[in-house]
């Protein structure tokens, strides 16, 4: 079983981010985007879910898939590899920075934000950046 979860790591914005602070992403077409679930998860529900809860979760809404049948169809999606949050519309283009405590589970913090700026400053905390959307 592969995992997306972090421990105690802060994933900062991405190098190539034009954010200034945390935006809500918005809707396109009427339709939520990945951004918009993952975006609804955690920020409704600071440090409740794990990466691969949020992951999953986003993975299921979006193929429509019946709350009964999760655990069956978790398994199979993280019977391989899965993009974790490094890869993240949210960190990569709307300034949010996904902090994982001690246990795995996740809040975000715009990049503007008193907390951003504390985590990236704390030494114990482990960083690493969001993918960037442009190679460089």
């Known amino acids: 079983m ?3 979860n972090y421990f105690n790591t802060l994933i900062e914005i ?5 954010a200034t602070g945390g935006e809500t ?5 009427g339709k939520k985007t990945v951004a918009n679930l993952q975006f609804e998860l955690i920020h409704a529900h600071p ?3 794990t990466s691969d809860e949020v992951i999953f979760s986003v ?3 979006r193929k ?5 049948e999760w655990a069956a ?12 949050l490094r890869a993240s519309p949210l960190a990569k283009s709307y300034g949010w920075g996904i902090h994982s405590n001690a246990e795995g589970k996740i809040a975000i913090f715009g990049v503007e934000s008193h907390e951003y700026q504390r985590l990236a400053a704390d030494e114990s ?6 993918m960037r959307s442009r190679r460089a």
């Open 73 to 84: 169809q978790r398994e199979l999606f993280f019977s391989k590899g899965q993009p974790c």
């Open 59 to 61: 993975f299921a809404i």
């Open 2 to 4: 592969h995992s997306t």
């Open 125 to 130: 905390v482990v960083k690493t950046k969001a």
């Open 25 to 29: 992403p918005p809707v396109k077409g």
């Open 64 to 68: 429509e898939i019946p709350k009964a």
């Open 14 to 18: 991405a190098e190539d981010s034009r």
């Open 47 to 49: 440090y409740e879910f």
